[in-house]
């Protein structure tokens, strides 16, 4: 099965700074996927990448696919209190041929911004 | 508003019993998904389903059952014979083939689930 590694597990900052969090495959990602959660909530959509080299932005969250897409990295610009969160980053696996739309998810990063 | 329900949002379960989770939702998805998360572990699939009357095991199915008898519903029992039930539980819904079709996973609220 995929493994999804993401960097750093937790990460504490000042409002204002900006900060990455990764994503690392051992295998190729067919489709990559960026969710945020409050503690105790569900999952919210922010992007998904699936061409090698791509990058999207949404508001002050930009997501990019490295070109042999097997790590995906989400940098937050000025950061606020607002982006406080787990973040999850998640792969479509992709089993003999035919995607069934399970995606396995890396352990998180817990996101931590100080006013 | 389209979108998944889950209830309860907390429940407690007594040794030896089983509890269902329920899961709802009216967005016309054929695909549903329960999810475990465990802090610091992120979120292992337990059960999907990607049509009524069908459905398979996750990585972590042990100790779990589902039924999918409407494509509305996909509630979850977590039995006795699951031995480690404390976690929060979260159902999600989407297309088949997210990749091919652009789409995207919709998840509930969840279910914290506790052991009395």
């Known amino acids: 099965s995929q493994e999804l590694e993401q960097s750093p597990q937790s990460l504490i900052v000042q409002e204002g700074k900006n900060l990455t969090i990764n994503c690392t495959s051992s295998k190729t990602l067919y489709g990559l996927y960026w969710y945020k959660q409050k503690y105790g909530e569900g999952l919210i959509f922010l992007m998904m990448l699936q061409k090698g080299g791509e990058e999207k932005s949404h508001e002050k969250i930009t997501a990019k696919l490295d070109e042999k897409k097997q790590q995906s990295s989400l940098h937050i610009t000025a950061s606020q209190p607002s982006h406080a969160g787990i973040y999850l980053c998640g792969a479509v696996s992709n089993a003999g041929g035919t995607s069934y739309g399970k995606l396995t998810f890396g352990q998180g990063t817990i996101l931590t911004v100080h006013p | 508003d389209g979108g998944i329900t889950q209830s309860p949002k907390y429940l407690f379960r007594k040794e030896g019993q089983n509890v269902t989770l329920s899961c709802e939702q009216n967005l016309n998805h054929d695909a549903m998904y329960w999810y475990r998360q465990d802090p610091g572990q992120g979120l292992r699939l337990i059960y999907y389903?990607?049509?009524?009357?069908?459905?398979q095991k996750g990585d972590i199915a042990e100790g779990y059952s589902v039924s999918r008898e409407k494509k509305e519903s996909f509630p979850l029992t977590v039995t006795s014979a699951q031995k480690n039930p404390t976690a929060f539980y979260l159902c999600?819904?989407?297309?088949?083939?997210?990749?091919?079709?652009?789409?995207?996973?919709?998840f509930g609220s969840g279910t914290q689930l506790s052991v009395l």
């Open positions: 389903s990607q049509i009524v009357n069908d459905f």
């Open positions: 999600a819904s989407g297309r088949p083939s997210l990749v091919a079709t652009n789409e995207k996973l919709f």
